[in-house]
């Protein structure tokens, strides 16, 4: 086993005077023999002949387990057929044997001598009388089986079937009729597997529809929970201008825009619709910040749905246009100049310039122009996100121009001095307010709001415009100096008169959305002793009212905003 054979043995030889005498002779004789010795010695030949066996022993265990495993799965139908079939034979056997062993069957025979004719007689007279049968239409063996009434029944009591024929056949007949079900039963594997594919079917179709009912409730959930943070952000801005807290971030900003975060033009519905904004907090009104899900709604009101007037200033829809998809609409879409002045077909100057300004200096010394972004050919909202998309209810896309004017003066009919009263503008709704102000849809910023007004020369220039308002003032010889140091020493220092262009730049406003928005130049206009303009404004367009609580509902919000950091200013006595 250790690989030692004839090379590997050692001969010896010697004298061996005991064991070593020749009987015959008496003499010594020198014997030699081979000493077998292994030359592979040590402890690893062991080791290496027990891992050996031992790995033998494993693997060839398992092999030879899985080898029979495998032949008895093969041959296990045989095999219980072959059983069966020795099972039988074995019972049959025993069932032909005779009951008593040898030399003892000769009484077994006398008993089978004795038994027939015993067992034929008394068959004869059950068979004659009727005895043992308990049914009218036939009589019942002992063994239970079924022998029928007639002329024949000595023939059948005759030919009657024997207790083993009988559970013979009984086993006969039970193997048909599983034979018999298995084939229904294989017949009707299909239908089985259909209806089951039906049942699963509907299964998963409850499924998708619970998923998909769920799917809802999450996403309303997510609606509620972001509109809920709308809400409370909302009551945040409203406290804070509430008491002036916050006054860098006004709706009426002019050179802070960049740092602006708009509300009101996030409130939901759209004004005078119920078109749904996209709930946004503020974290994400920014363009900067990245929100992967935001696709709001568009709207943007038909150009027939505007005053005859303003009609010809209105921007054709081009979100629409563009979705048509059509090679005649998209060959008429309109060519617009963003970010320029320019004079359109009908000598129209059209200003989208936006009147936002930045914190650098241009060579003439003024601040820079914001310059907006464009989203597939349409303007973005400079500020930010507005949960709607289109041009809204305002006639163009990008920067809505507006003038507006906030004339106030102290009520001197009451004995207090401190209440104070603004020029509104008259309204188709008794129950709605608005600050004189106009739409600036050509070159000139001020015809429309002279119209207002019983002017004599057309306001081309502000200054015109401050001119007459100046001279509706008729200051006291004791003027009163109240309000000094409350508004900016701007321009003017005419007794009993004081103006101020308080903002230019973006109106945080309700109609604003993400591809239109209003900007504004902002003028006050102050009287600080006595005045003429009721005399100077038509009664049918304008009026002096007295600052209430229920001013602020009334006006539109964003112009409710003005007034309020207005009255924040002046702090007069608000009825």
Known sequence: MWGCDKSDSTVKCGSYPTDSIDKYTNQTVNVCFEERVCPVGGVWPYLFSIQYFIFLKLVLMTLLYALFAATASRLQTETDNIWKYQRYILVVDFAHRLPLPAPLNAFYYVYLVLKWPYRWVTCYYCCRRGGGTDTTDGRRHRNNVMLPMSDQSDKYCENRLTEEDYNFWRHLAREYYRKEELK????????????????????????????????????ELERLMNQSHVYLESIKHLATKHWGLDMEDSGSGGGGGQTLVHFLARHSPYVGTRVQ????????????????????VAYSMPKMDFPAARQAMVDEDILLLQELQVEDVISKLPILQWNARCVNPAGITIDRLSWIRTADIT???????????????????????????????LPRWGPNHYVILIITRWQSLMASNNVLEFVVENTERRDQLSLPSCFVG????????????????????????IDFFRAAAQPSAATSATLTGLLAPA????????????????????????????EMELWHIHYTDGDCLADRM????????????????????????????LTNKLKPNIL
């Open 538 to 565: 038509h009664s049918a367009y304008c009026h002096w009212r007295i600052v209430t609580e229920d001013v602020f509902t009334k006006l539109p919000p964003s112009q409710a905003q003005l007034i309020q950091d």
């Open 184 to 219: 229904g039963e294989e017949a009707n594997i299909a239908k089985k597997e259909w209806e089951a594919v039906q049942t699963i079917t509907e299964e998963i179709e409850h499924e998708k529809k619970v998923l998909r009912q769920l799917k809802g409730k999450v996403t």
């Open 491 to 518: 321009v003017a220092v005419t007794p009993g008169f004081k103006w101020e262009r308080v903002a230019v730049g973006y109106l945080d406003d309700p109609y604003n959305t993400d591809n239109a928005w209003k």
């Open 442 to 465: 050509g070159e000139c910023l001020y015809l429309d709001l002279q119209t207002l007004f019983k002017a004599g020369d057309n306001w081309t220039t502000s200054a015109e415009m």
């Open 277 to 296: 904004r996209v709930p946004i907090p503020d974290k994400y009104v920014a363009w900067e910040v990245m929100w992967i899900d935001y696709d709001p």
């Open 363 to 393: 060579v003439d010394g003024h601040n820079q122009h914001v310059l907006y972004k464009l989203d597939n050919g349409i303007p973005l909202n400079p500020i930010g996100r507005t949960g709607l998309r289109g041009r809204g209810a």
